[in-house]
């Protein structure tokens, strides 16, 4: 216990750290993975077959080969980019294609005949996006974008390989001194635990506030529940 | 209206105007060389077997779909392929769908409101009062501020009526307005169209409802397997049609 008592300072520095990788990383990720889903919706090809290759290959990158391809790729292209923004770019490029997927999927649900109604009264294809079909769309998203943030709250653990000192550097380097292992990563998970069930509390009020009670529509787990009393 | 009808021609531009359309479906031609004129005031009934292409001029006219061949001229004009002019054009002709398609996180009011106010740059203020105006004409004083769940099938499909209205269009079109309403709530919609068909509004109306075409078209465009088959005064198509296969779709629909 002595040990974390010891590294008040640079356990908070690790805190800070994982935040901010997270928080940019994730807001990047909003604005670029929503950019891509406009292109993928969009009238045309070439912008919707640039975002489905972008969503194939950073989806199914791992981050950690994408971190390091980074970090030490990007020098040998003649880009000196420094670890910590290393990661921001990763956790950005990466969240991108699952931001994408999810608004993209968000949209389908939105029936087209919405969609032609909008256009006829004559909105044209950012007016229908806009006014019509996202704001249908964006209360199915948000408990998938929660999940994006919770997975770039954990993936930004993987900086840790990139020399990032956030949480899980923090936790190594202690355990390099230490040799206290269990304990050490038990209050790192702690913290990863606080800081995804914090932002999962936040995505709930979120969902709360789009969906007026008489807007939200029931859904199939209420009538499981309701069928379970019966 | 009557010097509308086929035949005779008018001296006025007309206000849809369709000229030798084809539209294709990859291999499958659903429409065939249509032409068809809808004059200033005049109301056309529509009718046809299921798949003879009956929604699909409609939603040619204002270019849901992109036509193979031909052109369709609105007030002589005609429909540009795409971008911005056309998504404004478009709303000089209104449509009413089967399925209403409100926008269903909008209120009655603000369904009525996003276009002239997004599409048309009216001011909000002005576009709500417009909108009370409408949505009381067709009977929904008090209804204003629901939401389209909390409104019935007959309510919500007058909303839509009022949404395509508030653009001020030239002409309306409506796909089935009333298939999908329990019968004791058609009759709301359709009292709702006679009058604005008594307003002078032009309008093509795909419907099922003979007493409907009987009562307030001037003229009823018979369509089959793609084609225009024939078109004539309502009376006289219901009671004498001339070809085989209105007679043979009539057979089927009217009671005997
Ligand atoms: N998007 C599409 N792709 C392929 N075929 C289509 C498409 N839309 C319509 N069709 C075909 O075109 C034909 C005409 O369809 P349309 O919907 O216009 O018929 P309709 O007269 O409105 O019929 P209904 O009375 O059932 O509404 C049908 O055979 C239909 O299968
Ligand atoms: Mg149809």
Same mark, same amino acid.
Not at chain 2, 101 to 107: A, E, I, Y
Not at chain 2, 175 to 181: H, I, M
């Given at each position: 216990m002595q040990i974390i008592l010891d590294n008040i300072p640079l356990l908070l520095q690790g805190i800070g750290t994982t935040i901010a990788l997270t928080v940019l990383g994730y807001a990047f990720a909003l604005v670029l993975g929503t950019a891509l889903a406009v292109c993928r919706v969009s009238p045309i090809p070439p912008l919707r077959w640039a975002a489905t290759v972008y969503v194939e290959i950073f989806r199914n990158i791992p981050l950690l080969s994408l971190l390091i391809l980074l970090a030490f790729g990007l020098p040998d292209a003649g880009v000196l980019l420094p670890y910590f923004w290393c990661g921001v770019a990763g956790l950005s490029l990466s969240g991108a294609a699952f931001v994408c997927e999810n608004i993209r999927s968000g949209i389908n649900t939105v029936p087209i005949g919405h969609a032609e109604a909008a256009r006829s009264i004559g909105l044209g294809f950012f007016g229908v996006l806009r006014y019509v079909v996202l704001p249908q769309a964006f209360r199915t998203m948000v408990q998938p974008l929660v999940n994006v943030f919770i997975a770039t709250v954990i993936g930004s653990s993987l900086c840790a390989a990139i020399s990032v000192v956030e949480i899980t550097y923090v936790t190594q380097q202690l355990n390099i001194a230490s040799a206290q292992a269990v304990l050490l990563f038990l209050v790192a998970g702690a913290l990863y635990l606080a800081l995804s069930l914090g932002v999962a509390y936040l995505g709930r009020r979120v969902e709360r506030a789009v969906a007026p009670g008489d807007a939200r529509p029931l859904r199939t787990a209420d009538r499981l529940q309701g069928a379970a009393q019966a | 209206m009557s010097e509308h009808s086929p035949g005779s021609p008018s001296g006025a531009e007309p206000v849809i105007s369709v000229r030798g359309v084809d539209k294709h479906f990859g291999d499958f031609? *659903?429409?065939?060389d249509i032409d068809l004129d809808i004059h200033r005031g005049e109301v056309v009934a529509l009718i046809g077997a299921s798949g003879s292409g009956k929604s699909t001029l409609c939603r040619c006219i204002n270019r849901l779909e992109t036509i193979s061949a031909g052109e369709i001229l609105i007030d002589g004009e005609p429909l540009p392929e795409e971008g911005r002019d056309l998504a404004r054009l478009r709303s000089d002709v209104g449509m009413v769908f089967q399925s209403f398609? @409100?926008? $269903?996180? @909008?209120?009655a009011v603000d369904n009525v409101t996003l276009g002239p106010t997004k599409v048309r740059g009216v001011s909000k203020s002005e576009a709500t009062k417009e909108a009370m105006d409408l949505l009381a004409r067709v009977g929904l004083t008090g209804k204003e501020h629901s939401l389209p769940a909390a409104l019935s099938g007959g309510q919500q499909q007058r909303v839509a009526i009022a949404r395509a209205l508030a653009m001020k269009p030239k002409a309306m079109l409506f796909?089935? $307005?009333?298939? *999908? @309403?329990d019968p004791e709530v058609i009759n709301e919609v359709l009292d709702v169209m006679t009058e604005l068909a008594e307003a002078g509004m032009t309008m093509l109306v795909v419907t099922h409802e003979m007493g409907f075409a009987r009562r307030v078209c001037d003229r009823v465009v018979f369509m089959d397997a793609g084609e225009i088959v024939e078109q004539g005064e309502p009376e006289q198509f219901f009671t004498a049609p001339e070809s085989q296969r209105a007679k043979d779709f009539l057979s089927k629909i009217l009671p005997h």
């Open positions: - | 031609q *659903a429409l065939k398609n @409100l926008f $269903p996180h @909008l209120r796909d089935e $307005p009333t298939s *999908a @309403l």
